[in-house]
């Protein structure tokens, strides 16, 4: 069964980066047809999309957040990660990996880590 | 670019009634739409993509169905476990605006 856990610092200070990993078990990330996607949810609020890798290294991201935000593969240790620069007490939020099936376009999310809280806050 | 406008933003029900959760896009996407379920403290579940296709495991009381622009969730009989926010989900300008707003299902 696939697992997917996130794992980074919970406490950024504004104007920094926010880094964080997915660890995938269960499965590989060099499968096809799949997408490898960050979602966030601020506090009390819904989902929102940030983007999402392919096993190409193809990407795709929000267009607000296109200039400040990078999301790589590690094959090699079956990871993906996220990093989102010059952050703001905007970015806090609860942020999901998870494993995004492709149907011509990234499209529908079938396996979440459990999420983990980043606050930007100095 | 497409637009998902879910209604209503809550619904209450008591265990054991219908449940029925709508969700319009801004413009024809075809069946490429999927549903969530999200508890507190807990990440989004799958529970139907392509509109009327349930997610493994999901009860059979869940179910999709679409026309046109309009897509609808419904639950057959409530359970008190399926009190929870539910999303829609489209993939055809991921990742901006993928998400509709959430419909709370609370307790009548």
């Known amino acids: 069964q696939l697992q997917l856990h996130e794992s980074g610092p919970g406490l950024v200070k504004p104007s920094e980066t926010l880094s964080l990993t997915c660890t995938v078990s269960g499965g590989s990330v060099i499968s096809s047809s799949r997408y490898w996607a960050w979602i966030r949810q601020p506090p009390g609020k819904g989902l929102e999309g940030i983007g999402s890798i392919s096993n190409t290294g193809r990407t795709y991201y929000h267009p607000a957040l296109q200039s400040r935000v990078t999301i790589s593969l590690d094959t090699s240790k079956n990871q993906f990660s996220l990093e989102l620069t010059s952050v703001t007490a905007a970015d806090t939020a609860v942020y999901y990996c998870?494993?995004?099936?492709?149907?011509?376009?990234?499209?529908?999310?079938?396996?979440w880590g459990q999420g983990t809280l980043v606050t930007v806050s100095s | 670019e497409v637009v998902l406008t879910q209604s209503p933003a809550t619904l209450s029900l008591s265990p054991g009634e219908r449940a029925t959760l709508s969700c319009r896009a801004s413009r024809y996407i075809s069946g490429y739409l999927a549903w969530y379920q999200q508890k507190p403290g807990q990440a989004p579940r799958l529970l139907i993509y392509?509109?009327?296709t349930r997610a493994a495991g999901i009860p059979a009381r869940f179910s999709g169905s679409w026309s046109g622009t309009d897509f609808t969730l419904t639950i057959s009989s409530l359970e008190p476990e399926d009190f929870a926010v539910y999303y829609c989900?489209?993939?055809?300008?991921?990742?901006?605006?993928?998400f509709g707003q959430g419909t709370k299902l609370e307790i009548k």
């Open positions: 998870a494993r995004q099936v492709s149907h011509g376009l990234p499209y529908y999310f079938d396996s």
């Open positions: 392509d509109a009327s």
């Open positions: 989900q489209q993939r055809d300008n991921w990742p901006r605006d993928t």
